[in-house]
């Protein structure tokens, strides 16, 4: 996995210089990559901060937030310790959209973040698979990759229009030349981008489902996630589509189909296998072996924040109504 990954990366910091290349000759090359280097060191320090700002996500204030907020914060953090993860900071994203990701360099480093849609439109349990998953992609550290990738992506898009606005390498054909980097550089580096997100996606999966010990947590929140995706709209994900595959659930319109052009696996086959793992831990989707973090006993979610029924109405489409 982490050979696969270094050449991904090696892949698109060669699109960048390739871009370059036929941009500017040898010294767009050379510029290209220089900056490609300069990319991901400022990804690497500062990519998480860069993401949480894109999306409007903000950090949880817990003093002031309502009682099922807090609830959710706790369960975080609950999950965080259960897993050995340091705790994560915890943001929130004001959309209508339930969806979530996570970012950071390294579990020291990390924050997940949800939208007000997630917390609202799912139960709790199924709020603690979604975030579950989200751990599992700081404990594999997926985060940083991911955010790397969402950085050179957009670069080199970016750096393909420059191309075409001042038509190319004229040694090299001109505008013909523009208009070839223009459409296959975002293609190429798009497909290197999502084949780093689909092969993550099983994965965080597979060990989000042993984080929080219940795998039918997870699918549950899959197909609700993904049914309301498609008709709700993200602003903030749609003004940044390169960040796209760190959502659970593609935040843009996707296609169904299980292909190398779409951002996340098919829904449906990430819940089957999910499915499949529960039928393989036994009843209730509780491990028979000590695989996860509560050693195959069944996780129970810590008791909600006291004051809940006082100070927030009980909604029923609400997480805890």
């Known amino acids: 996995m982490h050979m696969r990954t270094y050449l991904l990366l090696a892949a698109m910091t060669a699109l960048f210089g390739g871009v370059g290349y036929l941009v500017g000759g040898p010294v767009g090359m050379g ?103 989200e751990l599992a992609h700081v404990q594999n550290r997926d985060s940083l990759v991911m955010t790397i990738t969402a950085t050179l992506a957009g670069a080199i898009t970016m750096l393909a229009n420059i191309a075409l606005f001042f038509g190319g390498n004229r040694d090299r054909g001109g505008a013909v030349t523009a208009i070839m980097i223009m459409i296959l550089a975002p293609a190429a580096a798009g497909i290197v981008q999502m084949a780093i997100s689909r092969s993550r996606e099983y994965e965080a999966d597979r060990r989000g489902a042993l984080i929080c010990g219940q795998p039918l947590w997870l699918a549950s929140a899959l197909e609700k996630i993904d049914r309301h995706a498609r008709s709700v709209r993200n602003r903030r994900a749609e003004s940044s589509p390169a960040m796209a595959h760190m959502y659970i659930i593609n935040p843009l319109a996707g296609l169904k189909r299980d292909n190398l052009f779409s951002t996340h696996p098919a829904t449906a086959n990430r819940v089957a296998a999910l499915r499949r793992l529960a039928g393989e831990m036994g009843e209730g989707g509780i491990p028979s072996a000590d695989v996860g973090p509560w050693g195959g006993q069944s996780p129970v979610l810590p008791p909600e924040s006291a004051g809940n029924d006082n100070d927030t109405p009980r909604r029923r489409r609400g997480p805890w109504g």
């Open 31 to 133: 510029v290209a990559l220089v900056i490609a280097v300069i990319m991901n060191g400022y990804a690497y320090w500062n990519g998480d901060k860069l993401v949480l700002r894109m999306q409007g996500a903000r950090e949880i204030d817990v003093a002031t937030a309502s009682p099922v907020v807090r609830t959710f914060v706790q369960d975080v953090h609950h999950l965080a310790d259960s897993a050995g993860l340091p705790r994560p900071k915890v943001c929130i994203i004001d959309t209508p959209q339930p969806n979530a990701f996570a970012t950071g360099r390294d579990p020291q480093h990390a924050a997940v973040a949800a939208t007000t849609g997630l917390l609202s439109m799912l139960s709790r349990q199924e709020v603690a698979g979604v975030m579950a998953h």
